[in-house]
């Protein structure tokens, strides 16, 4: 039995021929900088992007958190989704580690922040309070894009308020293919953006976080200092670099097989939200623990929220999405 896993597009398996592009890799010691590999990704990611410069590191956690220590000193501030990544999934590290204050605000339906919100969030500068120094934002925000013209607003939001702008573009390259816009469309809004090769552009690990050369080199010596300076990184390097040129595009396949098991759910008579790129959400509610074991029966991992996320990714294929569907009206028949 063939297993369906759907809690998260994290869970693919390198593909023949991205296992074959990462043994056929040059490496070095990337500490030293000599990694051939990971200098033409980071090259050619700054490239695509629109940045001076970028870094490979092992994780988007790790990105997210260097991109943030690069921005803010001691004391300062990010402004925040509630239900973003870099506040809400990531041990709290700015905090922990960074000792940078986050200040939370509400994400609103269409997954931005109210700039409203966030300018009277902007503390005055007065010894009492922690400066603010940086807005973050997150694109796609469980599922949802950013419409390009509130990117643009942002920018000009942050000069005007003389914050710097920090983009948590996990799913970067979902919210490039659902727009039909080259990602710089979207990256050119911003200080720093990290994206991450392990999502949906199924690379078995690492993220690359892009920016100014000089807030990359703080990057990299942080990235030093939280030990995720890795040596032969190339091999790793190898597998982001065939996703970039192989699998970005077949995005909209993941987007088509999401929208497919929202409508065949909704048909069915379950409560979906409208989907955009690869995520579905359906409610429930109490019956969420049940419907994991009796899929899990059948060879479909699920999670168990009452809110229940289900992510499409590259190894899950149209066949597959229809015996989803046709499971999950099996659950609600008996
Ligand atoms: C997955 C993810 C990250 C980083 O996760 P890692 O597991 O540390 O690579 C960051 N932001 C968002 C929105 C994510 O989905």
């Known amino acids: 039995m063939s297993v369906i896993d759907l809690r998260s597009d994290t869970v693919t398996q390198p593909t023949p021929a991205m296992l074959d592009a990462m043994t056929a890799a040059d490496t070095g010691d990337d500490v030293y900088g000599e990694d051939p590999t990971v200098n033409r990704l980071e090259a050619e990611l700054a490239k695509r992007l ?22 803010c000193e001691r004391g300062d501030e990010y402004i925040v989704g509630q239900q973003a990544h870099t506040y ?30 966030v300018a009277a969030a902007i503390k005055p500068d007065d010894f009492h309070f922690a400066r603010s120094r940086l807005l973050a934002l997150e694109n796609t925000m469980q599922g949802k894009v950013l419409p390009l013209d509130y990117l643009a607003r942002a920018r000009r939001f942050t000069q005007d308020h003389g914050l710097q702008l920090h983009l948590d573009g996990a799913r970067l390259y979902n919210a490039a293919v659902k727009l039909g816009v080259d990602a710089r469309e979207i990256t050119q809004y911003f200080d720093s953006v990290s994206v991450c090769l392990s999502k949906g552009l199924g690379a078995p690990v690492g993220s ?54 929202a409508d065949g759910l909704r048909e069915a008579g379950f409560v979906v939200e409208p989907v955009q790129t690869n995520m579905v959400y359906v409610q429930m509610g109490d019956k969420a623990e049940a419907l994991k074991a009796f899929a899990g029966e059948r060879g479909i991992k699920l999670s168990a929220a009452a809110r229940l996320r289900m ?24």
């Open 50 to 71: 629109g940045f001076a410069a970028a870094l490979f590191v092992p994780t988007g956690t790790m990105s997210n958190l260097l991109g943030l220590m690069a921005h």
């Open 88 to 117: 809400k999934y990531e041990g709290g590290g700015a905090a922990v580690l960074g000792s940078i204050q986050p200040q939370p605000l509400e994400v609103q339906a269409d997954g931005s922040l109210d700039l409203d919100q």
């Open 208 to 261: 690359v976080l892009c920016g100014s050369v000089e807030l990359i080199g703080k990057a990299r010596r942080l990235r030093k200092m939280v030990g995720g300076g890795m040596r032969q990184a190339g091999l790793l390097a190898a597998a982001g670099l065939y996703a970039l040129d192989h699998h970005v595009e077949r995005l909209a396949d993941d987007h088509a097989n999401a929208q497919r098991l």
């Open 311 to 334: 992510v499409t990714h590259m190894d899950v294929k149209r066949a597959q999405i229809e015996q989803v569907i046709a499971t999950f009206i099996e659950f609600s028949r008996q």
